[in-house]
């Protein structure tokens, strides 16, 4: 199952050019791009881990993407993302985010019900991929 | 630009297609301004505005290949930029980045420009990061190193300048098409620096020596700047400045045209002083404007 997350997660995969445009339009906009990685594709799982630091005062997406190629390198099976920042008073929120990569096999989710008191049905949704320790996933 | 203002050669009985016509990509890149503009504003350097136009004839040709479909791969435009201080190398670098920007060579544009210390760490593992940080933001532009020859330290090798020099090498060769890098510095250390970084040196396809300014070229650049901060020069101060100059050159650690532009922030300064001495008169718009000789002659060079 497909994981749909961020911008343009419904289309198909960007190429590498559309990401460098995307990231050129982020750097116009004064944004600050970030490279981020997991392999938890739970909804819920926000907080992903950061690759290096976040690229404050670039001018072409060539910088970002070096990052981007490096990232996929290491983790050529996790899920990674762009997030671009904007640090204007009042926004100070990431104001893009889309994934880059993704695993070739995605297993998708499993619902899970759990019986409570008074025939109430508690309802949450778990990764297959995740059942596995963190590193061993997508493997 | 004799070269590329003569007509494109025509192949015979081709299509439209199949000529380019060098004058139109010329007017096109709009590149004559910026060029026009080095030679307006920058009084001197000769053999460095003529390697700049050879530079973009070459790139104005590539261009007119590539629409051709001749490829013959990017050419490298690394430089490496010698001369003594004050002789205009980051001015130059700054046009630079402007000029390859116009010919489509680097995407933005924009100079960075930095020293050892920007690019060299302090403890073990600083450097790499540090390095490619700095690099990160030059691309898309020009990366211009200033002092370059600091980056090496034979006298310490442990020095992790060494570190910096090998990621550089690297993206200077991978990422042709996404940064030049531009090395300045004094024309002896310089050449000591390449001398024991050989790959640096074959990777450098360009080197530029700026010539010292004589007295004539000094003394125009000093009007320039006057002009430029709104002031201007009376009979005698002309006359100062014309025997200053000579007496400048031969003082120790002169620095070109940065000791000219010191000088005359010096004599700045003493005109305030004058003005203030004859206070009571209201002063009008050339009294504030003028730099008399006795401004410039209180200058240590004269005593």
């Not at chain 2, 002031?231 to 002169?254: C, K, N, T, V």
């Amino acid at each position: 199952m497909r994981i749909t997350q961020g911008t343009f997660s419904f289309l198909p995969d960007l190429t590498d050019r559309e990401i460098s445009a995307q990231i050129d339009y982020a750097l116009e906009q004064g944004w600050a791009i970030g490279v981020e990685y997991t392999d938890d594709p739970h909804p819920r799982n926000f907080y992903w881990d950061l690759w290096g630091n976040p690229m404050f005062d670039l001018r072409d997406a060539a910088g970002a993407m070096t990052e981007v190629s490096a990232c996929r390198k290491a983790f050529p099976r996790n899920y990674i993302r762009v997030n671009a920042f904007d640090a204007t008073r009042g926004f100070e929120t990431t104001r893009l985010s889309f994934i880059v990569n993704r695993p070739a096999d995605e297993p998708g989710f499993q619902l899970k019900r759990t019986e409570m008191g008074g025939r109430q049905i508690q309802y949450t949704v778990e990764s297959y991929a995740a059942s596995a320790p963190e590193g061993r996933r997508y493997e | 630009m004799n070269e590329s203002t003569a007509p494109a050669p025509a192949e015979d009985s081709a299509g439209a297609s199949d000529r380019v016509d060098l004058s139109a990509l010329l007017a096109d890149s709009r590149v004559t301004d910026v060029l026009d503009e080095l030679d307006r504003e920058l009084i001197g350097l000769k053999p460095v505005k003529s390697r700049i136009r050879d530079v973009a004839a070459l790139l104005l040709v590539e261009r007119a290949r590539k629409q051709l479909g001749l490829n013959g791969g990017s050419p490298s435009l690394h430089m490496s930029f010698t001369g003594n201080p004050g002789t205009g190398k980051t001015t130059v670098a700054l046009r630079m980045a402007q000029i390859l920007h116009r010919l489509g060579y680097v995407r933005k544009g924009h100079l960075v420009a930095v020293t050892r210390d920007d690019l060299v760490g302090q403890y073990i593992g600083h450097t790499a990061p540090k390095t490619k940080e700095i690099l990160k933001k030059a691309m898309g532009g020009v990366l211009f190193i200033d002092e370059a020859y600091y980056l090496y330290r034979p006298e310490n090798e442990r020095d992790y300048g060494q570190e910096a020099i090998e990621i550089l090498l690297q993206v200077m060769e991978n990422q042709r098409d996404d940064l030049v890098v531009i090395l300045a510095g004094y024309a002896d250390r310089m050449e000591t620096f390449f001398r024991s970084n050989p790959g640096l040196s074959s990777r450098i396809a360009h080197h530029l020596a700026f010539p010292d300014y004589a007295a004539r070229e000094l003394e125009e650049i000093a009007q320039r700047m006057l002009h430029g901060m709104q002031y201007r020069l009376s009979e005698s101060g002309l006359a100062a400045l014309h025997e200053y100059i000579p007496l400048r050159m031969q003082q120790p650690h002169f620095a070109n045209a940065r000791s000219i532009r010191n000088a005359l922030d010096r004599a700045r300064l003493r005109q305030a002083t004058r003005l203030f001495a004859q206070n009571g008169r209201p002063l009008d718009r050339d009294a504030l404007m003028t730099i008399e000789g006795e401004d410039l002659r209180i200058s240590r060079v004269f005593t």
